[in-house]
């Protein structure tokens, strides 16, 4: 077969004879210029098209039904690998060794708030005990006072509280 023009490639292709000339500078053969053998082109952007389904993963040998089939095969896989996750994340709720993140944020945002509250009174429970005291009772006192509240909080963690 002699050579066309590009709007016959074009044409074929079912495509613009823009998009014809793109192809020509990724290295699709032309005879002359403006003229281009059709089979050769063909076969070109034919290969071409394949590279392209094998980088995404795709067997351009399988027929729509068999790509249709691996495709809700690996849903299928995705769906039971997700059911077990979710089985999974459920057991260890209800044998206590997984916690919900916003309920364990919760509790700690609670604690935090008492001894927050505990280390702010230290100032009006301590200071009419340290009055007139030296440095190092004032020090010792406000020292086992800060002790008291961090234990509290420590209690009360255990305890779940």
């Known amino acids: 077969m002699g050579t066309v023009r590009v709007e016959v490639i074009a044409r074929a292709l079912n495509r613009s004879p823009r998009f014809v000339q793109k192809l020509v500078h990724e290295g699709m053969p032309k005879s002359e210029r403006g003229q281009y053998d059709l089979a050769v082109c063909m076969m070109w952007y034919i290969r071409r098209e394949h590279g392209r389904l094998r980088a995404a993963g795709v067997d351009p040998n399988d027929s729509a039904e068999m790509r249709a089939a691996k495709g809700l095969r690996v849903q299928r896989e995705r769906l039971v690998r997700a059911q077990a996750d979710r089985e999974e994340l459920e057991l260890g709720r209800a044998l206590g060794a997984m916690l919900v993140a916003s309920e364990v944020q919760t509790g700690w945002l609670e604690k935090l ?49």
């Open 113 to 161: 708030g008492v001894l927050r509250e505990r280390i702010l009174g230290l100032p009006s429970r301590i200071a009419h005990q340290v009055e007139g005291r030296g440095r190092d009772e004032i020090q010792e006192r406000l020292t086992a006072a800060s002790e008291d509240a961090l234990r509290s909080i420590e209690e009360s963690t255990r305890k779940g509280h």
